[in-house]
């Protein structure tokens, strides 16, 4: 996706004006011209063909297509691996970059299926605000809820997207009533619906009183005809629908539900926006609202708590590792997170952790599955270093001034199964399957020497991780593999000298993670509870890191 891309003698010059200070100033005016962001949401509210509108809306692709669309709709872009196509969802994240308005736009879409928290988590770790995805009939769904927490713990911005309002749904007030009473989330309406869920005919326009209206093209393939119109045009066309939406909004308005900045960049409250992605309704609102509103780059604290200013020389975290992603090559790409100073492809930096350099020759801009060389990249930016091997997911990549970022905590899996080789003559793919899988973070691995290194343990935090294993275990890797599912359901990490009491007992053992953790599984939370009395207190810790 070459949309930003920057001709060569654009990018010399660049590297050749002078002075600290000049370098300086252009870093930050690129960072302040970034935007990036994730879409939330709870499986089935519309996550990935928003996704795809919001890239047919910032003329990325030609045409936009459904994960079911008919005829000659394609499957979503960001949806690339097979079992995705197959099965309708995200399983894995993805990267979309376009240019918006004079803005660059870097979009990070996320699995929506609570299998794969772990993978979403790791993105919100990378991102500056979310959209979050609430589908009109539904309300707060239980994924929509447990990703909103997280992007609170984080400090992350939310922005509100109320989809599917085309189709029957709940009444708009009773929405923003949920989003105040179940996530004590402060709804701040920029749009709002004229007409009820099933019958929408546009927006109002808090700001300005206007009518949207909004004219579906065939298919909902392309975008959507807006009509901008006056509040007395819109009254004469539409009569009491255009008032009763009026009166609602004046009733929220009333009670203190004005745009506020500096409540939404404190996570308090939420800009509410009403749509419908599957027909490209109010998909341009926002990418305004995402270019308005939404946080550019800032400083992010390293390890210390201490802040690393966007101007500082190069810094950037791994946040992801990805393989199979081209089939010609196999390859394993590192997507890194660009946290402060220029990318230059080629540049030597630093490993945080072992003080190694790394060298950076092979860097690519990633469109979904696509792939284009990146020659440089800002703060908000999100780079793939192919075939970097050395690296894991939260390693901190630097130049000049030492750096390392917090690392990106483990979920407490809650799923185990023995991995083994369905042929025995294929353990070297099985052995390279099974360590690239971990170092994704597709699922975990645990070791015993009760099964030895040919029978590992696969740990989850959702079953489905266990389907994608097998399904890259046997088309990438060409090592097909059984599973034999353990009876246990809780992890804890177990200091030592416990190791011996939890191996004697029924219903429980201890693995090693390839990290060296430690980790005691159990069967249930009363087998837990048994052991625990008999072992020194606080020999058990929960699982998160």
């Given at each position: 996706?070459?949309?930003?891309?920057?001709?060569?003698?654009?990018?010399?010059?660049?590297?050749?004006?002078?002075?600290?200070?000049?370098?300086?100033?252009?870093?930050?005016?690129?960072?302040?011209?970034?935007?990036t962001f994730a879409v939330i949401s709870h499986p089935?509210?519309?996550?990935?063909?928003?996704?795809?509108?919001?890239?047919?809306?910032?003329?990325?692709?030609?045409?936009?297509?459904?994960?079911?669309?008919?005829?000659?709709?394609?499957?979503?872009?960001?949806?690339?691996?097979?079992?995705?196509?197959?099965?309708?969802?995200?399983?894995?994240?993805?990267?979309?970059?376009?240019?918006?308005?004079?803005?660059?736009?870097?979009?990070?879409?996320?699995?929506?299926?609570?299998?794969?928290?772990?993978?979403?988590?790791?993105?919100?770790?990378?991102?500056?605000?979310?959209?979050?995805?609430?589908?009109?009939?539904?309300?707060?769904?239980?994924?929509?809820?447990?990703?909103?927490?997280?992007?609170?713990?984080?400090?992350?911005?939310?922005?509100?997207?109320?989809?599917?309002?085309?189709?029957?749904?709940?009444?708009?007030?009773?929405?923003?009533?949920?989003?105040?009473?179940?996530?004590?989330?402060?709804?701040?309406?920029?749009?709002?619906?004229?007409?009820?869920?099933?019958?929408?005919?546009?927006?109002?326009?808090?700001?300005?009183?206007?009518?949207?209206?909004?004219?579906?093209?065939?298919?909902?393939?392309?975008?959507?005809?807006?009509?901008?119109?006056?509040?007395?045009?819109?009254?004469?066309?539409?009569?009491?629908?255009?008032?009763?939406?009026?009166?609602?909004?004046?009733?929220?308005?009333?009670?203190?539900?004005?745009?506020?900045?500096?409540?939404?960049?404190?996570?308090?409250?939420?800009?509410?926006?009403?749509?419908?992605?599957?027909?490209?309704?109010?998909?341009?609102?926002?990418?305004?609202?995402?270019?308005?509103?939404?946080?550019?780059?800032?400083?992010?604290?390293?390890?210390?708590?201490?802040?690393?200013?966007?101007?500082a020389p190069f810094s950037g975290f791994v946040f992801?590792?990805?393989?199979?992603?081209?089939?010609?090559?196999?390859?394993?790409?590192?997507?890194?997170?660009?946290?402060?100073?220029?990318?230059?492809?080629?540049?030597?930096?630093?490993?945080?952790?072992?003080?190694?350099?790394?060298?950076?020759?092979?860097?690519?801009?990633?469109?979904?599955?696509?792939?284009?060389?990146?020659?440089?990249?800002?703060?908000?930016?999100?780079?793939?270093?192919?075939?970097?091997?050395?690296?894991?997911?939260?390693?901190?990549?630097?130049?000049?001034?030492?750096?390392?970022?917090?690392?990106?905590?483990?979920?407490?899996?809650?799923?185990?199964?023995?991995?083994?080789?369905?042929?025995?003559?294929?353990?070297?793919?099985?052995?390279?399957?099974?360590?690239?899988?971990?170092?994704?973070?597709?699922?975990?691995?645990?070791?015993?020497?009760?099964?030895?290194?040919?029978?590992?343990?696969?740990?989850?935090?959702?079953?489905?991780?266990?389907?994608?294993?097998?399904?890259?275990?046997?088309?990438?890797?060409?090592?097909?593999?059984?599973?034999?599912?353990?009876?246990?359901?809780?992890?804890?990490?177990?200091?030592?000298?416990?190791?011996?009491?939890?191996?004697?007992?029924?219903?429980?053992?201890?693995?090693?993670?390839?990290?060296?953790?430690?980790?005691?599984?159990?069967?249930?939370?009363?087998?837990?509870?048994?052991?625990?009395?008999?072992?020194?207190?606080?020999?058990?810790?929960?699982?998160?890191?």
């Amino acid at each position: 996706m070459d949309a930003i891309a920057l001709p060569d003698r654009e990018i010399a010059d660049r590297r050749e004006a002078g002075g600290a200070g000049h370098e300086t100033g252009a870093v930050a005016h690129e960072a302040a011209r970034r935007r990036t962001f994730a879409v939330i949401s709870h499986p089935d509210a519309g996550k990935s063909t928003l996704t795809e509108a919001l890239a047919l809306h910032a003329r990325a692709i030609g045409e936009a297509g459904a994960v079911h669309g008919k005829g000659n709709r394609r499957g979503v872009v960001s949806d690339w691996m097979e079992m995705e196509k197959d099965r309708g969802i995200s399983i894995t994240s993805a990267v979309l970059q376009f240019a918006y308005d004079g803005t660059v736009v870097n979009l990070l879409d996320t699995p929506g299926h609570a299998d794969f928290s772990e993978d979403t988590y790791r993105v919100l770790a990378a991102v500056d605000a979310a959209v979050m995805l609430v589908d009109a009939a539904k309300g707060i769904e239980p994924q929509t809820f447990k990703l909103f927490e997280v992007c609170r713990a984080r400090g992350v911005p939310v922005i509100t997207v109320v989809n599917k309002w085309d189709r029957p749904g709940l009444d708009a007030l009773a929405i923003m009533d949920e989003l105040t009473t179940r996530i004590d989330l402060h709804p701040m309406p920029l749009t709002w619906p004229v007409g009820v869920a099933g019958n929408f005919h546009g927006v109002l326009d808090c700001a300005t009183g206007e009518f949207v209206q909004f004219t579906r093209t065939p298919g909902g393939a392309t975008e959507a005809i807006t009509t901008r119109m006056g509040a007395h045009e819109a009254e004469q066309l539409l009569g009491s629908t255009w008032t009763d939406a009026v009166e609602e909004y004046d009733l929220l308005r009333s009670s203190g539900h004005d745009y506020d900045h500096e409540l939404f960049l404190s996570g308090a409250a939420s800009p509410v926006l009403f749509g419908s992605a599957v027909l490209n309704f109010g998909v341009r609102q926002l990418l305004d609202t995402l270019v308005a509103l939404a946080p550019a780059p800032g400083a992010r604290p390293d390890r210390a708590g201490s802040p690393r200013d966007v101007s500082a020389p190069f810094s950037g975290f791994v946040f992801k590792i990805q393989a199979g992603m081209d089939r010609a090559h196999r390859d394993r790409l590192a997507f890194v997170r660009v946290c402060s100073g220029r990318f230059s492809r080629g540049m030597v930096v630093t490993h945080a952790d072992t003080g190694r350099p790394f060298t950076t020759k092979y860097a690519q801009s990633v469109f979904g599955r696509d792939r284009s060389t990146v020659e440089e990249a800002f703060p908000g930016d999100v780079i793939g270093l192919v075939n970097a091997n050395a690296l894991r997911v939260g390693d901190t990549l630097y130049a000049d001034e030492k750096v390392a970022f917090p690392r990106i905590p483990l979920f407490a899996p809650e799923h185990f199964a023995v991995a083994r080789a369905a042929v025995t003559g294929k353990q070297k793919q099985f052995r390279r399957g099974i360590e690239q899988l971990g170092e994704e973070g597709v699922v975990q691995v645990l070791h015993s020497d009760r099964r030895g290194a040919q029978a590992p343990v696969l740990a989850a935090v959702g079953p489905m991780q266990f389907d994608v294993a097998q399904h890259r275990m046997e088309h990438e890797f060409g090592s097909a593999i059984r599973l034999e599912p353990l009876g246990y359901s809780i992890a804890r990490a177990v200091a030592a000298d416990a190791i011996p009491i939890v191996n004697s007992r029924a219903g429980a053992e201890v693995l090693t993670r390839e990290d060296g953790l430690d980790v005691a599984v159990f069967a249930d939370k009363w087998r837990l509870a048994s052991v625990e009395r008999d072992v020194p207190a606080g020999s058990f810790t929960p699982i998160f890191g």
